[in-house]
């Protein structure tokens, strides 16, 4: 893949306001996109015409976004599946219902963004699963992490099986799962499922400096974050080591890395500072 390729990809965008149902807002400052789920009265819970939001959304985030912060409006985060549309599906439409969210949140994950979660009040169930497709993950202290799938008698289905056992361990997942154990923000950042713990109330600023400051980058290095690392580090180390060679050659010949290298020898570019 030449980088030209690569940058294609990186930049191609929607120049058309993006259809969005009620429960999900978006805005624009700068370079990062703000998705705010928008159903506090319902604990932002998860209904299938979200869920196609997130999906449409992040298949084309709007124009000349590097980054999207992503925040749940009320007093929690997110209350995860919308319970109310679960009492009369059938396998089949389960099946279905699950393959529609693990869409949805791979173009979370593989989009062309990094994403910044900002968690607050109830993470929990399918809102859990939403916040582990993020990239970088911001809680105040009001947060609270739970699956009480198992106490409703169903599983999770929004990929949580793939993605909370490589940021928290199967065995806290199983806990989680069999007890319907709470994990508070300051334990969830202890166990690395947060990487960011600031006051009530401070999260969104937070997220936003963070979501500025990764919509900075060049968005070669953000590609290579995004789509490298992750399979990099699920392949076997040969593998990983070519990929790795590979993808730092394409980086490091792009012409906005030569520029920042310049600036740098140049004495204009910033220094790394504590
Ligand atoms: C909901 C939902 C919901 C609230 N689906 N309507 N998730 C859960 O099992 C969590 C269920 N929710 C709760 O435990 C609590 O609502 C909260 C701890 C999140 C918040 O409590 P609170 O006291 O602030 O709110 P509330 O009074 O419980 O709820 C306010 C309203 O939101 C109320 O509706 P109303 O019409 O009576 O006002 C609730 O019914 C509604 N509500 N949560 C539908 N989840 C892909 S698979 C993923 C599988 C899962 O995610 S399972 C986990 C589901």
Not at 149 to 177: F, H, K, N, Q
Request: hydrophobic content about 45%; glycine content about 10%; aromatic content about 6%.
């Amino acid at each position: 893949m030449t980088a030209e390729l690569v940058r294609a990809s990186v930049t191609q965008t929607n120049s058309t306001p993006i259809d969005l149902p009620p429960s999900l807002a978006a805005e624009q400052q700068g370079k990062v996109a703000i998705l705010r789920l928008n159903r506090p009265h319902k604990r932002n819970a998860l209904d299938d015409k979200t869920i196609l939001g997130i999906e449409t959304f992040f298949s084309a985030p709007p124009e000349g976004v590097g980054c999207v912060l992503l925040v749940g409006e009320g007093e929690h985060f997110s209350a995860g599946l919308d319970l109310s549309e679960l009492k009369e599906r059938d396998v089949a439409q389960g099946i279905a219902h699950s393959s529609l969210w693990h869409r949805a949140f791979e173009k979370i994950q593989f989009g062309k963004a990094p994403v910044v979660a900002v968690l607050h009040g109830a993470v929990v169930g399918g809102g859990l699963e939403l916040a582990a497709a993020a990239h970088v993950r911001v809680a105040e202290r009001s947060a609270y992490y739970a699956l009480p799938e198992g106490s409703r008698g169903i599983y999770v289905g929004g990929g949580g099986s793939v993605r909370l056992p490589r940021l928290i361990g199967v065995a806290r997942m199983m806990d989680m799962m069999l007890t319907g154990r709470t994990y508070s923000a300051e334990e969830g950042q202890a166990m690395g499922l947060t990487t960011y713990l600031v006051e009530p109330g401070k999260g969104f600023a937070k997220g936003l400096e963070l979501a500025q400051r990764i919509a900075a980058n060049a968005p070669l290095t953000n590609f290579a974050v995004m789509q490298a690392l992750p399979r990099i580090a699920e392949s076997d180390p040969a593998s990983g080591y070519a990929m790795e060679a590979l993808i730092s050659a394409i980086a490091q010949a792009d012409p906005e890395a030569k520029a920042r290298l310049r600036d740098f020898l140049e004495k204009r570019g910033p220094k790394v500072t504590r």
